[in-house]
């Protein structure tokens, strides 16, 4: 019996430890926050933040709580970065692994929160199943908490395989199988330990189908430093016998890690020195190298990720060199304090894997290290910042405290009368922000406290007209995870002139721009910028009046100093005027005035002649005016500068279309840019139109004699009213008022509109609906459009059709015919259909017609396609 324990000494402890755990574990799905992959011989997981305590499962339902020592000896490491999320490496060949002929492994393991250990909290598992084929004679792993040796069975000698179903079940394999393993021999003490002596010195070896596994902590009492190419290097070498009868044979079994004494450090770059030639794996000095790969957390990293993370790997005759910027892709910063003093270190974890054969042996040798770096601690002294120059208007300081890693956290702030923390700051109106740089690694603190807080210490020094404002704080910070504190005290002043600030106001006439600059009672003590321009001394002979204590500037609408903001019916221009500080050109003043002044861009002739004038926008910084052309690419303007560009052509030519409406001839053409100009700019086509009676023929006749008759009145054409109202139910009885809009609805929800003619008594005239839509925003001919009501009926391609009601006389409706009535539903356009959150305004023509004899086309009721005859326009919004 006591050799059978012998054999079976690598479950030894394991049987224990499930026998002495044994908990069932819940099943449960697994979630985005856990993530394996197989990476060679190693299994990396990682996990978000939310796991402190891992379990390794085995056999689907024992758990071994993996404690650290547990983790060394068994093959397992992890490391957490500053903001805890963490990563997990297990060696293929760990004691939990289900090993099927050292050819597929898997593994599973489990993630709860700390102190979870009952049935009803919930856990998390995750499971990975990685193939490895072949394996190479000699496999080399060193991770950051232990090494490990992997060495191909002799062909002559079967080792025992291990079967991790039950510690008896093994038993049973073991004492049929024949061979038993008796005495492990360390090098270079000569110390023979049986194999439980090796268990409990925290070694761990074991043997599977074809492999001898061999595995030990870094500072092991057996492990010795040794030498090479002048690099530190940790060594473990060991023979382990087998008998079966009269035959003993013995598998040699040696692991040699680098210690942190091969990496050198500069503010700037960290060197890591691998020795080529590994003297204690070697029995001669004849070998081919025939890999060198270079990776980060155990993934391989091909040549174009390695330049783009400046990282580089030289191979020189005795060595194998890394070299990786501080702070390059792939590490981290963490956050210390030492004597109240903030410094930081960069942590990352290269791995470098090499492949060689040896020529004389023949046998070929695995070799993968995940090294673990941690620079340094390097002084960061944070520094309190002011950005903004205080001036009158702003009478606030402005302070930025930075720069940190993104572990630390603001606290509170001491002031001399009080300690506030971070939320009672911001209650008070300190308006304290987090602000992150471009590329999400370092922040700052950015904190607004005006003037006239209690905190803030004023003193006014009359004699020289000044008053000085200070601030005295100490900034409470804290390191996380770790929950380090730590301060920062500051001493701000800003002193300020006894001064009454400069005014601006302006307006507009027809033409020109009046701005006014008051500057009170004191001298002017800045400079103005007018648009982009100066005003100088020949600038404000042109276009300056001066008063006593203030100025005007009269500038019309077209200078070049004004920009265009928007060209429709008329052209809207805005001047920005902005008053300076001489010495550090600080914005003092802003003003900006913008205006509509009503031109007239499209001239009609009586000769068939037009000209149009193309206004540059605001909105269109890239456009140059004088490639504009008509929708006849050859037509371009007449003249054009980076402003304007102008246009006179003939309605029958460039392009021009003509088409009739009744007995009115419209002629049409477009202003645009090529069309891969226009793409590229995202410009949008200006057209021009102008009207042309045709067919008419005047008459004029002078009587001579007395009228028999005086003059008397006929019906005639005038001013007509149409409103068009939201009803708030089916009942048309009350309405939104103007102050409801825009109205909140939801999709699908019906809406009830009702369209009247109110200011006519004339019971012969009737109103009928033409079209109605709806759009995005105000401006009635903006895309995207959709259509309710199309030529006087409901749209058939509308999923849900508008509804006409019929509208009866009462005691608020005299003339029926005066008012239409119809139903549409609630809806989005396409590209809110995700969120929608926009409003929708609807739009309706209506056609006046003769009730009493209808001439056709609209006029013959409210659902008949034809053209319009009189036509009105109304509009109002909802909210979705």
Avoid at 612 to 622: D, I, N, T
Wanted: aromatic share 10%.
């Amino acid at each position: 019996m006591g050799s059978a324990i012998e054999a079976i000494f690598t479950l030894k402890l394991f049987c224990l430890l499930m026998a002495a755990v044994g908990i069932q574990a819940q099943q449960t799905p697994s979630i985005n926050d856990l993530h394996a992959e197989c990476l060679g011989n190693v299994i990396r997981l990682s996990v978000a933040p939310l796991f402190e305590e891992v379990d390794a499962v085995f056999n689907d339902t024992q758990i071994i709580n993996l404690t650290p020592g547990l983790a060394t000896q068994c093959g397992f490491s992890f490391k957490f970065d500053p903001m805890g999320n963490a990563m997990f490496f297990a060696s293929l060949q760990n004691c939990f692994s289900q090993n099927m002929d050292d050819k597929m492994f898997s593994l599973v393991m489990q993630f709860r929160l700390p102190g979870n250990h009952t049935t009803e909290d919930l856990v998390y598992r995750v499971g990975k199943t990685c193939s490895y084929t072949p394996w190479t004679s000699r496999e080399i792993l060193c991770d950051r908490n232990y090494m490990e040796a992997s060495e191909m069975a002799l062909n002559n000698v079967r080792l025992l395989t291990i079967l991790f179903n039950s510690c008896f079940h093994f038993l049973r394999q073991a004492v049929a199988s024949g061979y038993k393993m008796t005495a492990v021999v360390f090098s270079p003490s000569k110390n023979v330990m049986n194999v439980d002596e090796v268990q409990r010195k925290g070694y761990a070896i074991a043997n599977t189908p074809t492999r001898l596994v061999l595995r030990s902590p870094h500072n092991a009492e057996e492990t010795y430093l040794q030498n090479v190419a002048g690099v530190p290097m940790r060594v473990l070498s060991t023979s382990t016998f087998f008998e079966q009868k009269w035959l003993v044979t013995r598998v040699d079994a040696t692991a040699v890690c680098p210690t942190p004494e091969a990496v050198a450090f500069t503010p700037e770059v960290i060197t890591w020195y691998m020795p080529k030639h590994i003297d204690p794996l070697f029995s001669s000095d004849a070998f081919t190298m025939l890999e060198v790969y270079m990776g980060i957390d155990a993934k391989r990293l091909d040549t174009e990720e390695m330049a783009a993370r400046n990282y580089s790997v030289l191979v020189t005759e005795a060595h194998i060199i890394v070299e990786i910027p501080v702070g390059a892709v792939g590490g981290n910063f963490k956050s210390h304090i030492q004597d109240d003093q903030y410094f930081v270190t960069y942590t990352i974890e290269p791995m470098l894997e090499l492949l060689w054969i040896e020529e004389v042996a023949h046998e070929n040798t695995s070799y993968k290290v995940l090294f673990p770096i941690t620079t340094p601690p390097m002084a960061r002294p944070p520094q309190v910042h002011t950005p903004l120059d205080t001036v009158p208007e702003q009478a606030v300081f402005v302070l930025e405290l930075g720069t940190f890693n993104l572990d630390v956290e603001l606290l509170n702030i001491t002031f001399p009368t009080m300690v506030l923390t971070v939320a009672e700051c911001n209650a008070r109106g300190f308006n304290v922000q987090e602000q992150r740089s471009p590329d999400n690694t370092l922040k700052t603190f950015r904190m607004e406290v005006p003037f006239s807080d209690p905190v803030v210490f004023k003193e006014r020094r009359a004699e020289q007209g000044v008053t000085t404002f200070t601030l005295q704080l100490i900034y409470g910070l804290v390191i996380f995870p770790e929950y380090a504190p730590f301060s920062h005290s500051a001493v701000v002043d800003a002193v300020l002139l006894d001064i009454v600030p400069p005014s601006v106001t302006g307006n507009c006439d027809q033409e020109n721009f009046h701005i006014t600059v008051d500057y009170r009672n004191q001298e002017p003590f800045f400079v103005v910028l007018v648009g982009k321009r100066l005003l100088n001394h020949e600038f404000a002979q042109q276009y300056l009046t001066e008063g006593d204590t203030d100025f005007t500037i009269t500038l019309p609408f077209s200078s070049p100093d004004a920009v265009f903001e928007l060209v429709h019916s008329s052209v809207r221009s805005r001047l920005d005027v902005a008053l300076l500080n001489p010495y550090n050109n600080m914005t003092i003043k802003y003003f900006s005035l913008a205006c509509s002044f009503l031109k007239t861009l499209t001239e009609c002739f009586s000769n068939g002649t037009m000209t149009a004038l193309a206004v540059k926008v605001e909105s269109a910084p890239g456009l140059n005016p004088g490639q504009l052309t008509l929708s006849d690419p050859a037509c371009g303007p007449t003249y054009s500068d980076d402003r304007f560009a102008y246009f006179h052509f003939t309605v029958n030519s460039c392009g021009t279309t003509r088409k009739f409406i009744n007995n009115v001839m419209l002629y049409e053409n477009e202003i645009s840019l090529p069309d891969e100009l226009e793409v590229k700019l995202n410009a949008t086509t200006l057209k021009v139109s102008c009207y042309y009676v045709a067919n008419i023929t005047r008459t004029l006749a002078f009587l001579t004699r007395p009228r028999d008759n005086e003059p008397f009145a006929e019906t005639g054409t005038g001013r007509l009213m149409v409103r068009m109202r939201l009803a708030q139910d089916a009942s048309y009885n009350t309405f939104h008022q103007e102050e409801d809009y825009p109205v909140v609805t939801y999709l699908r929800q019906p809406l009830h509109f009702e369209v009247e003619l109110t200011t006519s008594s004339d019971p012969k005239v009737a109103l009928v609906l033409d079209h109605c839509w709806a759009t995005l925003n105000e401006d009635r001919d903006s895309r995207p459009r959709w259509n309710l009501i199309i030529n006087g009926c409901e749209n058939p391609e509308d999923p849900y059709r508008v509804v006409f009601h019929p509208v009866e006389a009462d005691a608020r409706v005299r003339f029926p015919p005066h008012v239409k009535r119809f139903e549409a539903y609630m809806f989005s356009f396409a590209g809110d259909a995700v969120e929608p959150s926009g409003q929708v305004f609807v739009h309706c023509d209506v056609v006046i017609c003769d009730a009493s004899s209808p001439t056709g086309g609209p006029c013959s009721g409210q659902c008949v396609n034809q053209d319009n005859l009189k036509r009105g326009r109304s509009c109002f919004i909802m909210e979705l």
